[in-house]
Each structure stands twice: as C-alpha cells, then as structure tokens.
C-alpha cells in the first residue's frame, strides 16, 4: 500500500516538531490557501489540513475523489459543508470539543475586549486623525464602561471569559445560555431581558443551521437604543443586513466584528459592512484575527496536526 497523501493549507513550520509527527506517517505537500488551488489539486489527496479561508464545498468534495478526512485547527466548521462530508463518508477533525486544550487558549475573548474598548471610545479614527497631526480630541467623546451593563449570548469558555473581565471593569454582567450555568457575579437571565438591559451585548455561540442568522431584525428591534454590538463568532449568526440598516439608522450605536459572512469571497473589499465602515466611524471591522496570537496558532496546528497523524496511524498502519 502506498503512503497517505496530505493536502496541507496550513503553514505548519512554526512547530517543526508537529509536522514531523505527520511526516512520519504521511507524505506531506503544502499548498498556499487559495480555492482554484484546492480544487485543482485536491483529487489525489487523502488527507485535507484545512485552512478557514479557503471553502471545502460541494464542487470541492466532487473533486476529492480519494479525501477520507479534514482536519481542521480551529473550532468552527463553517468553512467545511459537512454535510457533504457526512454523505461521502468523509472524516471531520476539529477543535470545539477539545476543552481541555482550549482552556489554554485565551486569544479570541481578549480580541473581544479589545473591540469592545475600540468602539466605545473610538479609537480606530481616533488614531487615524492622530497620526495626521488632527488633533481632534473633542470629536472622540466615548463612553466609560463602569456601571454600564454587558449582556452575554453564550456562557461557555469565552462567554465565561468575558464575564470576568466585565466585572473587572465595574460593569453590570448579564448572561443567557441554554442551560443555567453557576458563574459568580453574573446573572443569568432570558433573551428578551438581556436584550433590553445590556449597553453591550456580546455574541459566544457555535454557527449550527438552526441559529443561522439568530441575531435578526426583530432582536435587534428588542435591544437599548444604542447598544454596542460585538461578534468573534461566525458572521452567519448575525442578520448582517439589518445590522447595517441600524447602524445607518443610530438604533445600534457601534459594532465589533472580528467575521462576517462571506469573508472568503474574492470580491470582500465590495462587502456591504465593509464598504460602510470605511465612511462610518460606529463600525469596526478585523479580518478573523480573534485567534490569531502565536500561543493559540502554534498551540491549535501542533494538536491537529498530532491527532491527524494518529487518526492516520490507527486507520492505515492498524490494518
């Protein structure tokens, strides 16, 4: 038999180490994350390392003739139609389960933060009149956190994340999850109350079909005129056209968003939210970097790159 062939979109030359886990039971070729590239070449692989800017789709996996698995080191899957996955018998490797592992991994709530502290005080056109000698400092009145109330979609790993640092901050910590979870100084309440009493509402949920869009007008419609918006998330999770409509409008007073949907798309710099935020000073936009700090990358692609190599010992060298 010959050896397994994987198709890497993932830079793995930060650790060495993890790719030669790899190496030693597979042979490796690594590709730049561009889709024509994975389409074109994916049809002798059996192994996919999969990148989030790259999109695993129908067309894709009609190519991919002899993929038996994706490995993935990240925690979402919207990037990946594993619904054809599941059709094709193929195999998908990812992080949301991992807690153990994510416990360590900080990065994306801090980003959070950071958007959080970007839109309130406004410092993104802040430092772009700054650094043309504009120094325009009445222009820039934000607004204190102290005493102000966070509201938290989501009490998992980040949403507990974020909870602290709110408290940290002197503010008011509302939550709302499915199920109760004992986090000290928060309460937790139901959607439509923490959608009328937060100033800053935080988005930690998974992008699943039934919440596609979960954040939609007539939730909108129930929040605090103003309210600061922020989602590290999936842009799917958010009606991104009625957020633009308030926005425009005033009723949401800013917004942080690390995603949106579509990012992948060639044609982003037409993107609606991102055309807006380039004239509008109540929008920040990060291009998906909420985990992109050297501890959680190297961290993410050392463990995937190892559990891909023991999912490939135990199904080819077992037999």
Same mark, same amino acid.
């Given at each position: 038999m010959s050896c397994w062939k994987v198709f890497c979109n993932v830079d793995l030359s930060l650790k060495k180490d993890a790719l030669k886990e790899l190496e030693k039971v597979a042979d490796v070729t690594y590709f730049p994350a561009k889709q024509g590239t994975l389409l074109d070449n994916i049809a002798n692989f059996d192994a996919y @390392?999969?990148?989030? @800017?790259?999109?695993?789709? %129908?067309?894709?996996? $009609?190519?991919? &003739?002899? =993929? %038996?698995? #994706?490995?993935?080191?990240g925690t979402g899957t919207d990037h990946i139609n594993v619904n054809e996955a599941k059709k094709r018998g193929v195999d998908v490797l990812h992080l949301a389960n991992e807690l153990e592992l994510l416990q360590g991994f900080t990065a994306t709530a801090e980003l959070a933060w950071a958007l959080l502290l970007s839109c309130v005080r406004k410092l993104p056109a802040a430092f772009d009149c700054a650094k043309h000698g504009n120094w325009a400092r009445e222009r820039f009145k934000g607004y204190q956190l102290y005493g102000k109330t966070l509201g938290i979609i989501g009490l998992g790993r980040l949403g507990t994340m974020m909870s602290r640092y709110g408290n940290g901050f002197g503010m008011n910590v509302l939550g709302c999850d499915h199920e109760e979870k004992a986090i000290s100084d928060v309460t937790q309440v139901d959607l439509a109350e923490l959608l009328q009493r937060s100033d800053v509402i935080t988005i930690h949920i998974h992008l699943t079909e039934k919440n596609r869009g979960y954040m939609?007008?007539? =939730? #909108? $419609?129930?929040? &605090?005129?103003?309210?600061? #918006? #922020?989602?590290?998330s999936r842009g799917a999770i958010i009606d991104e056209k009625a957020l633009l409509k308030n926005l425009k409008s005033g009723r949401v007073g800013g917004a942080g968003l690390d995603v949106i949907h579509g990012e992948w798309d060639e044609n982003i710099y037409d993107h609606p939210l991102i055309k807006y935020a380039r004239t509008h000073d109540n929008l920040v936009i990060t291009p998906h970097i909420a985990g992109a700090t050297i501890e959680s990358i190297v961290g993410a692609r050392i463990f995937m790159a190892k559990k891909l190599a023991d999912y490939i010992s135990e199904k080819y060298y077992s037999n």
């Open positions: @390392f999969a990148s989030g @800017f790259v999109v695993m789709n %129908k067309e894709v996996f $009609d190519n991919a &003739k002899n =993929l %038996k698995v #994706i490995a993935s080191p939609s007008a007539e =939730l #909108i $419609d129930q929040m &605090k005129p103003g309210v600061v #918006i #922020i989602n590290t």
